[in-house]
């Protein structure tokens, strides 16, 4: 899998893009394959579960209700976006300016935090279900100190990088019935 800085989407609505996009390849006579994939994502890592959310929530929810909110203009930097695609992003994805929790965000699927043991697991399940290749991932929240930036940078080569180089989507296996 490839890491990097991107914006952050519920996965469920990934899952939904990724399956119509399959879905429109095979109708044109294609079959994709999850290296045509990248799901953007937001993975924060400490040494437990508990450090994890602790460390990020100043951080996260400062981004989620402060830095997103903000007026489009302060969002766009130059050569990247303009204010007109960011007010339509915010309409296509029916934006509204509710204050979110980090709980929020880890029940949808759009941040992914933890010890190392738990970030794993919920990337190669989410890689699974979404069946890519690809993760572009944002390793930097709104307030969090470059210290901070830095040492959740290294744990992601150190203990994700490795269990996912050659890693390729596993089938889901269903529930017993």
């Known amino acids: 899998m490839l890491f990097s800085s991107s914006i952050i989407a519920p996965f469920e609505g990934v899952v939904k893009t990724f399956d119509l996009f399959r879905e429109e390849a095979l109708k044109a006579g294609y079959e994709s394959s999850p290296d045509q994939l990248a799901w953007s994502n937001a993975i924060f890592i400490r040494e437990t579960d508990a450090i994890a959310q602790r460390d990020i929530r100043p951080h996260l929810e400062a981004y ?30 029916g934006y509204r300016n509710v204050r979110q929790t980090m709980e929020e965000v880890l029940d949808k699927g759009i941040v992914i935090i933890g010890g190392p043991n738990t970030v794993r697991e919920k990337l190669a399940q989410a890689q699974d279900r979404g069946k890519f290749n690809i993760s572009l991932t944002k ?39």
Do not use: C, W
Request: charge should be positive; glycine fraction near 2%.
């Open 64 to 93: 989620l209700n402060e830095f997103l909110s903000r007026d489009p203009a302060m969002m766009t930097p130059p050569g990247y976006s303009s204010v007109a695609s960011i007010k339509r992003v915010r309409s296509l994805r």
């Open 139 to 177: 390793t930097q929240f709104g307030t969090m100190p470059h210290q901070l930036v830095k040492e959740n940078q290294i744990a992601i080569a150190q203990e994700i990088l490795p269990y996912f180089r050659d890693r390729q989507p596993q089938p889901i296996k269903m529930a017993a019935e």
